[in-house]
T-cell receptor, first 113, second 111 residues
C-alpha cells in the first residue's frame, strides 16, 4: 500500500532538537490528519486539515506545529519535545472531512531522549 | 464527551475458535467503520456500515450494524493466525460528526 507515505519511519531526537515529520498522499483526497498512538492509549486525533485549512486542533501542546502547504502534503514540526511524546505518529487522509473512511500511512516511530 | 466504546479490550483464542468484538455509542450513528491494525503496522480500513440492521460479510468476517444504529459487532469465524491484530471501530460523534475511534480490541490467536 503506497497511497499514504510518511518519512522518516523512525526518529530519535533529544528534547532540545527540532525535527519535522512529513506525510504525502497520492489518493487525490481533500482531508489529511495527524494522530498520536501510544502503547496504552487509543488513537488520539491531533490535527485535521480540509482543503488545506485547519479544521480541528485537539488541545495539542504548541511544541507540535502542523503545516499543510497543499492538499497532498502534511508536515508536523516538532520542537522541545518531552519523553512522554514518544509514540507512533500516524498520518491519514480521506476523500473529504469529517466522516469519510481514512487511509493511514505507515507511521513514524518517534523516541524522545 | 461522546465516545465510541469497544469491548473486550483483549481477547485470546485458540486457532479455529470464533471471535467477536462489540462497539457501542450513546448516540445514534450515521455510519460505523471498522479498521484492523496488525502488530507493528498501521490501521487499515475494512468496511463501512450505513443502514440500520445492515450485515456485511468479508470471507470469515461478519459485520453488523444494530437496528438503532447505536451498536455494531465484528465476528470472525474459525480464527487463523493471520487474524491477529487490533480491531477498531469508528463512528461520527459530536456536533461536527468527527470520526471517533474506539480503544480497539487486541486479538491474539494461539496456533
Amino acid at each position: 500500500e503506497t497511497g499514504v507515505t510518511q518519512t522518516p519511519r523512525h526518529l530519535v531526537m533529544g528534547m532540545t532538537n527540532k525535527k519535522s515529520l512529513k506525510c504525502e498522499q497520492h489518493l487525490g483526497h481533500n482531508a489529511m490528519y495527524w494522530y498520536k498512538q501510544s502503547a496504552k492509549k487509543p488513537l488520539e486525533l491531533m490535527f485535521v486539515y480540509s482543503l488545506e485549512e485547519r479544521v480541528e486542533n485537539n488541545s495539542v501542546p504548541s511544541r507540535f506545529s502542523p503545516e499543510c502547504p497543499n492538499s497532498s502534503h502534511l508536515f508536523l514540526h516538532l520542537h522541545t519535545l518531552q519523553p512522554e511524546d514518544s509514540a507512533l505518529y500516524l498520518c491519514a487522509s480521506s476523500q473529504d472531512w469529517p466522516n469519510y473512511e481514512q487511509y493511514f500511512g505507515p507511521g513514524t516511530r518517534l523516541t524522545v531522549t | 464527551g461522546q465516545q465510541v466504546m469497544q469491548i473486550p479490550q483483549y481477547q485470546h483464542v485458540q486457532e479455529g475458535e470464533d471471535f467477536t468484538t462489540y462497539c457501542n455509542s450513546s448516540t445514534t450513528l450515521s455510519n460505523i467503520q471498522w479498521y484492523k491494525q496488525r502488530p507493528g503496522g498501521h490501521p487499515v480500513f475494512l468496511i463501512q456500515l450505513v443502514k440500520s440492521g445492515e450485515v456485511k460479510k468479508q470471507k470469515r468476517l461478519t459485520f453488523q450494524f444494530g437496528e438503532a444504529k447505536k451498536n455494531s459487532s465484528l465476528h470472525i469465524t474459525a480464527t487463523q493466525t493471520t487474524d491477529v491484530g487490533t480491531y477498531f471501530c469508528a463512528g461520527p460523534v459530536g456536533s461536527n460528526y468527527k470520526l471517533t475511534f474506539g480503544k480497539g480490541t487486541l486479538l491474539t490467536v494461539n496456533p
